[in-house]
């Protein structure tokens, strides 16, 4: 209980997600083959497809075995090999050999196949892989980079883009920021969506005097100004470590710099006060919003009612359930949990059964967060009869037990020599995969032992 439902926002890398042009499609339909009287030899390597998913074709990373597979792929295949085509082998084998092998394998299909004029996304290939590779510095990506350069392909924001994704993907940030700043020193800077990728990462692994460093650097240097998804995650990242004053002064600085804080911004804002139980500046936030003419959205209520229920304030969270209704939105199950919590925190479990109740009369469908909040609470309160009834529920949906739920749940048991029924709740958070046999056998085991010291002390019956 207490933590903030993950369904509060979407995550910020969705802001940053695009697709390459570059890739063939991630998967591509199997149809079994049809019957035939005579059967392939079953050490040939599959056929590729013109398009598809880079399969594994090559099963060895020796490369005297890799030219032999594709000699005779090539060889087998009915139709011309495109570039498509070259590029899939190539990717398949990049997969499990070492990067000069994969260098060596594109110089013989080149040498075999006269017609395969390598481009950018073939280079590419190499690149990710030159990314991924173990290495203390940048030299085997920038030998691909001027590999590419030797073949008259100048790299472009595209080749930029793969090579601080691939280096991010391994945790590479330092090579990542290094290697973006020489590709912009030669007119390949990074665009909006590789830059605040970047930000991103730093923000994760890096203080923020680092990632502010970084920025300024890009802007002074090359021209690249931060806009509002790179604020939005600057404010995401410092209210995920509770320093509120300094998200409010970024949105100062991006008022500043011409951008205006959507509800993505001051919801994340919102989310920060709320982390730390403080429901009047969240409220704050909220005001604020409405002045600017931002309209709230059902993520902005949810944060809010969460909040003030966290903090004790249930009335006040219930006074914006009915602003939410008013506003054309409609409460959903993290609505409804939120304030059950709430009422639970403050000892009324049997008004956030109510709540249920209403809840269901209007349609919508309590979830397992909701059942778990209400058992903690119901326990909490020594309401175990009505505390069975819900768990009963719980077991006929085939929800699991929360942690907290089920540790409440076996020590209110145990407390009032219900020890079979512990036992069968134990069985059930084991079966039902809620927890593992050592954590659920373990509060179990502590449970008990409290109990029978209690009864040696005439605590318990």
Known sequence: MGKIPPSFRPAISNSLTRKLPLEPPTSIPHHSPEKTTKKKPPQHPKKPQASGKAEALFKSPDLSSAKKVFNYIVSTTKYSPD????????????????????????????????????????????????????????????????????????????????AIRSLCEVGRIDHAVELVKELSLKQSPPDNYTFNLLVKNLCKCRTLSTVYSFIDHMKSSFGIKPDLVTYTILIDNVCTSKNLREAMRLVGVLNDSGFKPDCFVYNTIMKGYCMLSKGSEAIEVYKKMKEEGIEPDLVTYNTLIFGLSKSGRVKEAKKYLDILVESGHFPDAVTYTSLMNGMCREGNALGAMVLLEEMERKGCTPNSCTYNTLLHGLCKCRLMEKGMDLYGAMKLAGMKLETASYATLVRALCREGRVAEAYEVFDYAVESKSLTDVAAYSTLEVTLKWLKKAREQGLAV
């Open 83 to 162: 570039l498509r085509f070259h590029n899939t082998l190539l990717q398949s084998y990049a997969s499990i050999s070492t990067l000069n092998d994969s260098i060596s394998l594109l110089h013989h299909m080149i040498k075999t196949q006269p017609s395969f004029s390598p481009d950018r996304s073939t280079h590419h290939v190499l690149l990710s892989q030159s990314c991924k590779a173990p290495d203390s510095s940048l030299s085997a990506v920038n030998q691909i980079l001027n590999l590419m350069i030797n073949n008259g392909l100048k790299p472009n924001q595209v080749t930029t883009d793969i």
